[in-house]
């Protein structure tokens, strides 16, 4: 039997939601850019990976930049990201 799985901070928790909530939003868009949205999303997530994870200031600035990209990537009039 694997080991459990260590339990995940608040700031975790909320990291992990949004990068699934990006994730979703990729699929509404066409098939043409879905892949270069994903792709974006990928990179910006492991861009700050090696964030120190008492950064507590740092990783909230990010939530709260990512969640508002989210926002615009999530219009329906942006069909694709260069």
Known sequence: ???????????????????????????????????????YVRNEFVKHRDLEKRDFGAIEYLLRKGRRQLEVMSSSWITDIR
Request: proline share 13%; hydrophobic share 30%; aromatic share 6%.
């Open 1 to 39: 039997m694997p080991p459990p799985a260590p339990r995940l901070s608040g700031l975790q928790r909320e990291v992990l939601s949004l990068y699934r909530q990006c994730l979703r939003a990729c699929r509404q868009k066409p098939d043409g850019g879905r892949a270069r949205f994903e792709e």
